[in-house]
């Protein structure tokens, strides 16, 4: 009679162990999909052409604007000039032109 229990309760065990498992395994997936994806974005991260520092992109005025991390400078994409102009009122922008 204890036999009978004693299968059930390995059985249970078991069966446990196993869906911890199966929970480790996907978390690990989870970070190594995540981790892809950063490396995938810092491959895409385009390089500065002034130097060999990373450009990396920021919201100025609405419009995104790349910057390098290494030298500071900012670099436009074609129309975002026009774009910072048209938003500019009277600004530091429409007194340097």
């Known amino acids: 009679m204890s036999?009978?229990?004693d299968d059930r309760k390995k059985a249970?065990?078991?069966?446990?162990?196993?869906?911890?498992e199966q929970e480790s395994i996907e978390?690990?997936?989870q970070k190594m999909a995540?981790?892809?994806q950063a490396q995938a974005a810092e491959a895409k991260r385009l390089e500065c052409?002034?130097?060999d520092g990373k450009m990396t992109t920021l919201t100025f005025e609405g419009v995104e604007i790349d910057r390098c991390d290494v030298c500071?400078?900012?670099w436009l994409d074609k129309?975002?000039?026009e774009q910072l102009?048209?938003?500019?009122s009277g600004g530091w922008f429409s007194r340097w032109r």
């Open 3 to 5: 036999d009978i229990f």
């Open 12 to 20: 249970l065990e078991e069966d446990y162990f196993r869906r911890k």
């Open 27 to 29: 978390k690990m997936r």
């Open 34 to 36: 995540a981790e892809q």
């Open 49 to 51: 052409p002034r130097g």
């Open 72 to 74: 500071g400078g900012v």
């Open 79 to 81: 129309g975002e000039l």
């Open 85 to 88: 102009r048209e938003k500019e």
